[in-house]
């Protein structure tokens, strides 16, 4: 199948006319036409329902028009790929990745991977899972990191750690003292945290409705690091991922405490296209993100309590 076709076709379905996508395309318009047709020939169905002035895409249509995003984008990188490979210039590498992981994990993964590769260049989209995994079936992002379970059959999962959250409390808060915090002391508390619609809000919220308190959000935030400095200037305290405590000076005059609830767990997982199983780059970055987890469960206490990394489990197996 020609790709050059499938442009010709994906510019028609989204301008809706052939007249139109011709002139956008600098052909002719009885030249389009004739590579519709084609095309159409080696789908083997028709592409298009003529109705007069007017152009409707067939069921056949609707499917192709879905996959051509990513059909092109592939085919675009692997041209890219190739032209780096025979004239030695930088490679390229486009990750995804929940908010949760930009201010340690995915920095220190780029550090490695730089040291690896020096001449690759690494592009980080930062969104919420669903538009990640939306942007990963489109092969508009390589590789992404997320925490929520993947259920696109295009898409390939594979575990990179599993994590427990912790309770973040000023240095000077009641609470510091505490080896265990209950959702019950929570709901005493202002919380900073995320939005709603964030994996870490909904999770918050379902281990409050399982303890049966309701929390007051006092402040919401997009970003780790602004709410550990909110929570160390005392205004309020707040349940992030375990990986919050590591890699920055900003864990100064902060607490961080276990928290009692059985379901504040998750999952950080590598999902990628199964199209780029066996990318080499792809299997170095996630290998780096491992590599990040492992160090961290291996980091030092802090503020006297238990290693901070005790409850980072790595799992080398793929998963589907």
């Known amino acids: 199948m020609n790709f050059s076709r499938i442009r010709y076709f994906q510019a028609v379905a989204t301008l809706q006319s052939f007249r139109r996508a011709a002139e956008v395309l600098a052909i002719s318009q009885p030249s389009l036409s004739r590579q519709i047709k084609v095309l159409e020939h080696e789908c083997g169905a028709p592409l298009f329902l003529r109705l007069g002035n007017r152009i409707q895409l067939t069921p056949a249509g609707e499917l192709l028009l879905d996959r051509s995003a990513s059909l092109l984008s ?66 508009h992002l390589d590789v992404c990191i ?53 994996v870490i809000r909904d999770m918050i919220e379902a281990a409050a409705g399982q303890a049966g308190v309701r929390l007051d959000a006092a402040v919401e ?6 709410i550990k400095a909110l929570v160390r200037h005392g205004v309020g305290i707040s349940i992030l991922p375990r990986s919050a405590t590591l890699g920055s000076v900003t864990t100064a005059g902060l607490s961080f405490i276990r928290m009692k609830s059985s379901i504040l767990m ?53 998963q589907d």
């Open 74 to 139: 592939e085919m675009d990188q692997l041209r890219k790929g190739i032209a780096g490979l025979k004239s030695g210039r930088r490679r390229h590498l486009v990750v995804g990745a929940i908010q949760s992981t930009l201010d340690h994990p995915i920095p220190a993964a780029i550090h490695i991977m730089r040291k690896r590769h020096p001449g690759l260049h690494i592009a980080v989209r930062g969104f919420q899972s669903s538009e990640i995994i939306e942007r990963v079936s489109r092969g």
């Open 146 to 198: 997320v925490a929520t379970p993947v259920a696109d059959p295009r898409i390939t999962v594979e575990l990179i750690a599993r994590e427990d959250y912790v309770g973040v409390v000023p240095a000077n808060h009641p609470l510091s003292r505490a080896r265990e915090l209950p959702m019950s002391a929570v709901a005493d508390e202002a919380l900073i945290t995320f939005p709603k619609g964030y």
């Open 266 to 318: 998750r999952d950080i997982v590598a999902a990628r296209l199964r199209t780029q199983l066996g990318n080499a780059l792809i299997d170095h970055f996630v290998d780096a993100m491992k590599h990040v987890y492992a160090e961290s469960a291996r980091a030092p206490a802090l503020a006297g309590r238990e290693p901070v990394g005790t409850a980072f489990k790595r799992v080398e197996s793929h």
């Open 221 to 226: 935030l997009e970003s780790i690091e602004a």
